[in-house]
């Protein structure tokens, strides 16, 4: 199975600074005949489903803040928030959909300063 | 917009049947794939296993075993059956939409929770 690892397991940022959540996986999910990171990214507030933001690594969802953006490729990956809103406290996980079983980060818990 | 609604027993004996059903609405269940996951109360998410609109299934190996999952494409409807539950499936269960066997899950249900408990 693929071991996806997320740092840290809880972060506290002032509103409006930058958050930071990394992603390792145990092997590359980038499947080189199509150049893609099979790598998602969900949000998920208390009492609700994940909600997708980032698919394929990099690429935000229609209707997902701008502030939101993702990088990575091969083993390491990164979601950022640029600038902080009270809404986006929530836990964030990453997902690797590149092969069975598929697996999850073990999230990252994302609160105000 | 496509919507995703589980179902089920919320409390079911230890060593008997966990059955849930997801009905789906606002889309024909064809050709998507359907994944179901887990998440006991304050931890992380399992993926559970992912079944196609024609049938064919794919298990995470640590449930295999205990594991069915089936499809109803008249009803528009997935369920999951997992047999001789132990406390440890206690968690909330998820449908959700896949649109290759191989792709990000969107959308997902609201979950349904499941105690196992005598």
């Known amino acids: 199975d693929i071991v996806m690892t997320q740092s840290p397991d809880s972060l506290a940022v002032s509103l409006g600074e930058r958050a930071t959540i990394n992603c390792k996986s145990s092997?590359?999910?980038?499947?080189?005949?199509?150049?893609?990171?099979?790598l998602a990214w969900y949000q998920q507030k208390p009492g609700q489903p994940p909600k997708l933001l980032i698919s394929w690594a990099s690429t935000r969802e229609s209707g997902v803040p701008d502030r939101f953006s993702a990088s990575g490729s091969g083993t390491d990956f990164t979601l950022t928030i640029s600038s902080l809103q009270a809404e986006d406290v929530a836990v964030y996980y990453c997902?690797?959909?590149?092969?069975?079983?598929?697996?999850f980060g073990q999230g990252t818990k994302l609160e105000i300063k | 917009q496509v919507q995703l609604q589980e179902s089920g027993p919320g409390l079911v004996k230890p060593s008997e049947t966990l059955s849930l059903s997801c009905t789906v609405s606002?889309?024909?269940?064809?050709?998507?794939?359907w994944s179901w996951v887990r998440q006991p109360a304050g931890k992380g998410l399992e993926w559970i296993g992912r079944i196609y609109s024609r049938g064919s299934t794919t298990y995470n190996p640590s449930l295999k075993s205990r594991l069915t999952m089936s499809i109803d494409t008249s009803k528009n409807q997935l369920s999951l059956r997992l047999s001789s539950v132990t406390a440890a499936d206690t968690a909330v269960y998820y449908c959700?939409?896949?649109?290759?066997?191989?792709?990000?899950?969107?959308?997902w249900g609201q979950g349904t929770l499941v105690t196992v408990s005598s």
């Open positions: 606002g889309d024909s269940i064809s050709n998507y794939y």
């Open positions: 959700a939409r896949h649109g290759t066997a191989n792709s990000p899950f969107d959308p």
């Open positions: 092997q590359s999910v980038l499947y080189s005949s199509n150049n893609k990171n099979y």
């Open positions: 997902h690797h959909y590149y092969s069975s079983p598929f697996t």
